[in-house]
């Protein structure tokens, strides 16, 4: 249950509760110190700070490591959902949520009244519980994990009911009954009577202005004071006299029938004010389970959003966690209660490789080891409490299912135990429970005795460990421990990095390198005499000087390669920048361009739109011109006339579809020098001609159709090319496809002799062709015969969606037997 300390299950605290506690919990005597001494609970006071009320603070307070691999991953990952919403802005907030447990177990007590200032708590309970549903509901799409805690709630009558009888301060509303406003009504017109008559009283009185009595209350009975020496003191009950002795409170005779109206009045008001609490607590009882659904769903999203700000807060990122004994992947932690200080907190990174167990740490006092270890036990136990710890991207974790850390002095004189002592009992307690589930921690091991035997212990235990699978990370000073690497398979060095120019931690945690503990260094910079640091360092012995010696000259080329390291990236930084602002400009530019020359092919869009408008209706009037000459003219010369428009259709599909292309007239612009008597050009309008000659005045004399015309060179924009001779037929022959026409566009296509399948295929040959060539009509000849070309071709053009229109030609341009197409622009 959220609020049971130390993972305990409590259920029956508060009646009703819905357990919303880790399944599985990291338990015991043994663990709960481990926790303690990593400072768990003081990180989760921090993460509940963020909680918007003390119910939500509790249910923080009361998380504790779980070893639920399901659990633990649903819960980080709907942690991750909310913050990812809160990055982008979504101001998500829970409800506070009052302390309402005592209320809860009364109301389920058959027969219990609850008082107004009860009722006003569930009232605020269920506002809460409703708000927090409604928030639920918004976020759902983008944090589908929330649905989880919805739960069913009290009905809404509820609501009405309290909203009407209870006052924000837990009093019973006039309104809550008609019976109540009436009897509150009576006792206020009784009262009323009752001050007047005394306030008469008080005046008749004969005395000065100081000395004038009051009217007061004494035992639930309204009386008035009254010198005892004053000679026309009224007769009636002395309920009271001052401290003095010399002030007397009476209730007049003359007032006190007045007085028991009143008090008549006040019983029935009572009595009346009872029933309706009653039967509000009644109604609450009818709905207790609601009550205690909203609560457990209102404290579990509010535990829910003040991890999902405390994420946000510190940049935590979510790790991936794995069942024990998984790789260790730390990248990028920093030790949860050193965020939010003024100094800087150095991030570290830590990965274990496969077979890789045990980590032995050294280097110098104050350089960070202890703050390290305790960094690696909070990310693991935070993880399994279902909070995000301050680590960066690409973290992973296992699921340890025990903890064992030893840190710190535990030193008991009341227990009779030494330092080490104290240590070599956590070390046995470790040793035997220890397995591949596990995470050990322990700082400084081996130290509080001879350092030798402290060694060997030491290197006897860590190989224990390591081969019992344990993920351990040990502390130390010993030299003869930073060998343990090259004897141990499993374990790895590492060390935190210190200033050899300053003599200052930089905190810096490097892997597969063991530190140096600056002991010599730090005396000699705090004053200790030359002589003796002279005298301490021959005492060395020679193989740990020599040691020392190659770890300082690594150290010194580590430090000249981090900063050309440094110097680089930011060289590579500058660069970046630079080559982004230089693209930026030339985006700008590109911008710019594109939008001058999108206007410009918009613009030639549009007349080319409306060139093919004109077009259409100068089809449909050839056609009726055409069909009203075939008895006057040769059918050469009726086919001549449509090969023109035809001509001049396709110019127009062609120029539009150069335009949409992006070629301008600027690109495609010929000289004057160029231009040949015979040449075919194109002019800048779409019009298509011969070339003549070139005339003296620098103008080009064209042919266009039957027409001549003088044009200025400049308007020449490129070389149209002349279709073959067999193009320039508009008819396709039965038989020919359109591709047989050398690429020139065809309006016309004659189906006459073909069967129904060649037809069909034609067909839909001919408005594939048309399309592409982006040609606003088809005139289909399938004559008229038996009618099965006909059917043929009105069946592709009605399915064929691209066909905006189609009809038969008039009666004088072939009727029946001709089917004009007309495409959607």
Not at 196 to 212: N, V
Not at 219 to 230: E, F, H, M
Request: proline share 5%; glycine share 8%; with cysteine.
């Amino acid at each position: 249950m959220i609020g049971a300390p130390h993972g305990e299950r409590e259920t029956d605290g508060v009646p009703g509760w819905v357990d919303t506690g880790a399944p599985f919990p990291v338990t015991g005597a043994s663990q709960s110190a481990a926790f303690d001494t990593l400072e768990l609970p003081v990180v989760l006071d921090r993460v509940a700070e963020h909680a918007a009320g003390p119910q939500g603070r509790l249910a923080i307070q009361s998380r504790r490591p779980s070893t639920d691999l399901d659990w633990i991953r649903n819960e980080l990952a709907v942690v991750a959902e909310v913050a990812a919403l809160m990055d982008r802005g979504d101001p998500v907030a829970a409800e506070a949520v009052p302390e309402v447990s005592d209320a809860l177990g009364r109301v389920r007590v058959e027969g219990s009244v609850l008082a107004g200032s009860e009722i006003r708590l569930l009232r605020a309970l269920v506002s809460a519980a409703r708000a927090t549903l409604s928030t639920l509901r918004r976020i759902a799409p983008d944090a589908p994990r929330v649905v989880a805690l919805a739960r069913p709630l009290p009905d809404a009558n509820l609501d009405r009911a309290l909203d009407r009888a209870i006052d924000d301060h837990g009093e019973v509303l006039d309104g809550a009954s008609t019976a109540l406003a009436h009897a509150r009504r009576a006792v206020r017109s009784a009262r009323s009577r009752l001050l007047q008559k005394l306030e008469k009283m008080l005046q008749a009185l004969e005395r000065t202005a100081s000395d004038r009595g009051t009217v007061t209350l004494r035992g639930g009975r309204y009386v008035i004071s009254v010198r005892r020496d004053t000679r026309q003191r009224p007769s009636g009950i002395i309920h009271d006299e001052s401290a003095s002795q010399e002030t007397l409170f009476i209730e007049p005779s003359e007032t006190i029938d007045l007085g028991n109206a009143l008090r008549e009045a006040e019983v029935a008001e009572e009595r009346e004010t009872l029933r309706v609490l009653r039967e509000l607590t009644h109604a609450l009882r009818a709905e207790v389970d609601g009550l205690e659904n909203g609560l457990a769903m209102a404290v579990a999203f509010d535990d829910l959003v003040a991890r999902a700000k405390y994420a946000a807060a510190v940049g935590a990122m979510r790790p991936d966690v794995a069942p024990a004994p998984a790789g260790l992947e730390i990248v990028g932690a920093r030790h949860p209660l050193l965020l939010g200080g003024e100094a800087e907190v150095v991030p570290f990174s830590l990965s274990l490789e496969p077979g890789e167990r045990t980590v032995v740490i050294s280097g110098p006092n104050a350089g960070g080891k202890t703050v390290a270890l305790k960094a690696v036990g909070l990310v693991a136990a935070m993880t399994q409490a279902g909070i995000i710890p301050p680590t960066g991207p690409g973290s992973r974790l296992p699921v340890f299912r025990r903890f064992f850390v030893d840190i710190g002095d535990h030193q008991s004189i009341a227990a009779n135990l030494s330092t080490f002592s104290a240590h070599v009992r956590v070390l046995r307690d470790t040793l035997d429970h220890a397995d591949d589930t596990s995470l050990v921690l322990i700082d400084e091991i081996g130290s509080g005795t001879d350092p030798a035997e402290g060694a060997a212990l030491a290197e006897a235990a860590l190989g224990t460990l390591t081969r019992a699978g344990a993920t351990t990370l040990a502390s130390t000073h010993l030299g003869a421990l930073k060998r343990l690497a090259e004897t141990h398979v499993g374990v790895v060095n590492a060390s935190l990095q210190f200033d050899p120019n300053t003599l200052s931690p930089t905190y810096r945690f490097k892997k597969g390198v063991p530190g140096r503990s600056y002991g010599l260094a730090i005396a000699r910079r705090l004053g200790v005499t030359e002589s003796v640091l002279q005298e301490a360092d021959a005492c060395l012995p020679a193989g740990e000087r020599a040691v020392d010696a190659l770890l300082a000259e690594l150290e010194s080329r580590q430090e000249t390669l981090r900063r050309a390291e440094a110097e680089a990236t930011a060289r590579h930084t500058e660069i970046v920048k630079q080559e982004e602002r230089l693209a930026d400009q030339a985006t700008q530019q590109d911008v710019r361009e594109a939008e001058l020359d999108r206007r410009l092919r918009e613009s030639e869009r549009e007349g080319r739109s409306q060139a093919r408008a004109y077009l259409l209706e100068a089809r449909r009037r050839v056609e009726e011109a055409l069909a009203m000459a075939r008895a006057a003219v040769d059918e050469a010369t009726a086919r001549e006339a449509r090969r023109l428009v035809e001509e001049g259709v396709h110019r127009e599909s062609q120029a539009q579809a150069e335009a949409d292309s992006g070629t301008t007239s600027e690109q495609s612009r010929l000289s004057v020098d160029s231009l040949e008597s015979g040449m075919r050009v194109r002019l800048a309008n779409g019009t298509v001609g011969d070339v003549l000659e070139r005339r003296s005045d620098g103008r080009v004399e064209l042919r266009v159709g039957v027409m001549r015309m003088v044009v200025d060179p400049r308007e020449v924009v490129d070389l149209a090319a002349r279709p073959p001779v067999e193009a320039r037929h508009s008819t396709l022959p039965a038989g020919r496809s359109p591709d047989d026409t050398g690429g020139s566009a065809s309006l016309e296509l004659d189906l006459r002799g073909m069967t129904g399948d060649e037809a069909e295929a034609a067909t839909v040959d001919a408005i594939d062709r048309a399309v592409l060539l982006e040609q606003p009509y088809l005139r289909i000849i399938h004559g008229k015969g038996t009618g099965v070309v006909r059917d043929r071709v009105l069946g592709v053009v009605s399915q064929d969606g691209r066909v905006a229109r189609h009809e038969f030609a008039k009666r004088e341009a072939g009727g029946t037997g001709v089917t004009i197409v007309e495409f959607t622009p």
